[in-house]
């Protein structure tokens, strides 16, 4: 039994080599910026109506701790990036921020505290994008994590560790990409 469970390690240990020395393309390695060109130190996100742009990823981001390097990604079926855009409402309460679908139907929820230009959360949910295409978040593991940071004073982007389905696309890792600007 313990050289059938050594053997297990060693598996999913290739498997994650495997993956981790992919270098997929698809495999966004850090949260789009808005403007480059500025580097704010502090976010002034007020309470209105924005769009929140989700963009689906097929493989996860690279982590590398102690010259090991890591990236698991479980995509079902045959998804493919995908990316949709969602009409939000922000409710801002000091460093508390809440981000919600604005379609009737929605469930989708964001929780977000800001500290400095950096924010970080849950989100979970579903959702309809202006596309028309349906977007779920956290899916029967609850909620997926959220980093992000000001991409200008007025607008954030970020990734999301956990499910999210697009459509079709149905993926689990740490690469989801997500971005949030006020609405035109």
Same mark, same amino acid.
């Given at each position: =039994? !313990? $050289?059938? *469970?050594? /053997? &297990?390690?060693g =598996?999913?240990?290739g498997l994650s080599w495997a993956l981790a020395c992919g270098g997929r393309a698809d495999s966004p390695t850090a949260p789009p910026q808005l403007r480059p060109e500025q580097n704010p130190t502090s976010l002034h996100l007020n309470s209105g109506e924005y769009v929140l742009g989700i963009e689906l990823s097929t493989s996860g981001t690279v982590r590398c701790e102690n010259g090991i390097c890591v990236s698991l990604s479980?995509? $079902?079926?045959? %998804?493919? !990036? /995908? *990316?949709? #855009? +969602? *009409?939000? =409402?922000? #409710?801002r309460q000091q460093d508390d921020i809440t981000v919600r679908a604005l379609d009737p139907p929605a469930t989708f929820r964001m929780a977000l505290r800001a500290t400095g230009a950096a924010v970080s959360g849950t989100a979970s949910g579903s959702a309809t994008g202006t596309d028309g295409l349906h977007v %779920?978040?956290?899916? %029967? %593991?609850? /909620? &997926? &994590? +959220? &980093?992000?940071?000001a991409a200008v004073a007025t607008a954030l982007a970020g990734t999301l560790d956990g499910a999210l389905t697009i459509g079709a696309s149905n993926c689990s890792n740490n690469a989801h990409v997500w971005t949030l600007a006020k609405r035109s």
């Amino acid at each position: =039994m !313990p $050289l059938a *469970r050594l /053997a &297990a390690w060693g =598996m999913l240990a290739g498997l994650s080599w495997a993956l981790a020395c992919g270098g997929r393309a698809d495999s966004p390695t850090a949260p789009p910026q808005l403007r480059p060109e500025q580097n704010p130190t502090s976010l002034h996100l007020n309470s209105g109506e924005y769009v929140l742009g989700i963009e689906l990823s097929t493989s996860g981001t690279v982590r590398c701790e102690n010259g090991i390097c890591v990236s698991l990604s479980l995509c $079902l079926g045959g %998804s493919t !990036p /995908a *990316r949709t #855009d +969602v *009409r939000v =409402m922000i #409710d801002r309460q000091q460093d508390d921020i809440t981000v919600r679908a604005l379609d009737p139907p929605a469930t989708f929820r964001m929780a977000l505290r800001a500290t400095g230009a950096a924010v970080s959360g849950t989100a979970s949910g579903s959702a309809t994008g202006t596309d028309g295409l349906h977007v %779920s978040i956290g899916g %029967s %593991s609850g /909620a &997926a &994590a +959220v &980093a992000g940071t000001a991409a200008v004073a007025t607008a954030l982007a970020g990734t999301l560790d956990g499910a999210l389905t697009i459509g079709a696309s149905n993926c689990s890792n740490n690469a989801h990409v997500w971005t949030l600007a006020k609405r035109s």
